[in-house]
Nanobody, 121 residues
Framework: QVQLVESGGGLVQPGGSLRLSCTASGSFFRIHTMAWSRQAPGKARELVAVIINGTYTHYADFVKGRFTISGDNAQNTVYLQMTSLKPEDTAVYYC???????????????WGQGTQVTVSS
């Protein structure tokens, strides 16, 4: 079983910055990808950014140039540095990890509980 714990959310003014963290714990063999998604009230959950094998990154167009995803493999942690925040970035941000429990097992998706980000003056 894998647990994902997010932190770093909060209230920030437009144009401000926040850094989210997500740490995976438990018993597992390997983390393949970690990602951040978000869900605003009344909207579907959407992918924000993903990091694959701790190296390759991909961003949604609406955060390119403003958000940066990075990983610390030794700490099983992924970060999302958010800058130039806009009111439309307000959402609950969720961490997701694709994790193998054994060397030959298919990765399984785990989700964190979410952390609220509110961008408002």
């Amino acid at each position: 079983q894998v647990q994902l714990v997010e932190s770093g959310g909060g209230l920030v003014q437009p144009g401000g910055s926040l850094r989210l963290s997500c740490t995976a714990s438990g018993s597992f063999f390997r983390i393949h990808t970690m990602a951040w998604s978000r869900q605003a009230p009344g909207k579907a959950r959407e992918l924000v950014a993903v990091i694959i094998n701790g190296t390759y990154t991909h961003y949604a167009d609406f955060v390119k140039g403003r958000f940066t995803i990075s990983g610390d493999n030794a700490q099983n942690t992924v970060y999302l540095q958010m800058t130039s925040l806009k009111p439309e970035d307000t959402a609950v941000y969720y961490c997701k990890a694709d994790v193998s429990s054994r060397p030959s097992s298919i990765p399984y998706n785990y989700w964190g509980q979410g952390t609220q980000v509110t961008v408002s003056s």
